[in-house]
């Protein structure tokens, strides 16, 4: 029975290969702008259900006009519409485009060699635009109130500084883009195949919690497109002023992450220099 055991856990393992920097050869594939297709459209939905949740809440609990201040799905609700989304789309668009439904996961995946510079900045394109959609969608439908409480736009609550919403930004993104490397790592696959692992729960449930810890702070962005997509739509000076935070935070985020995941937990650099001396 030991044996056995021993057997089958020493299941052969090869690392895959890095994706190439510069790949023109993907924009001669349907299959690379059906995945620009499917990031689109995830991240506009994506942005129209969370959007319309979150000024839902502000329109149920907003007691100057009529409303119930325990009304609405509160706090938690909001993080569940985020996380439960995310588990939705990153499980519908996985197999097609990888599942990202977010510039800073496509950044960290970028520097983790998973995806080309091309495929990357494709995404991050396909994201935005989709973001933008999503929340056009929200004004159109429900303008009068999407201008009164704040069109879902990420801002910097009042009584925090700077330098507390940018933590939360690169920490907030790092328990994400670190839980995405970590659920769709192919060795752990491989070496835990007889253990099921549904890759987008665990992702689905960082950005909930996250949303739990950082929606007081700075509304939670963690996701350029989805602060950009809103920040378009809404227009105001505010938005735009704190915009620079849910991009430089998410990047800084998403790039620590993929530092620790690759080079430390993975140890890639002493892979790739124990390689260099045996073929020197």
Known sequence: MTKDVEAYGAKDYQDPPPAPLLDFGELTQWSFYRALIAEFIATLLFLYVTVLTVIGYKSQSDTAHGGDECGGVGILGIAWAFGGMIFILVYCTAGISGGHINPAVTFGLFLGRKVSLIRAVMYMVAQCLGAICGVGLVKAFQKSYYNRYGGGANELADGYNTGV????????????????????DPKRNARDSHVPVLAPLPIGFAVFMVHLATIPITGTGINPARSFGAAVIYNKDKAWDDQWIFWVGPFIGAAIAAFYHQFILRASAIKALASFRSNA
């Open 165 to 184: 919403g940018l933590g939360a930004e690169i920490i907030g993104t790092f328990v994400l883009v670190y839980t995405v490397f970590s659920a769709t």
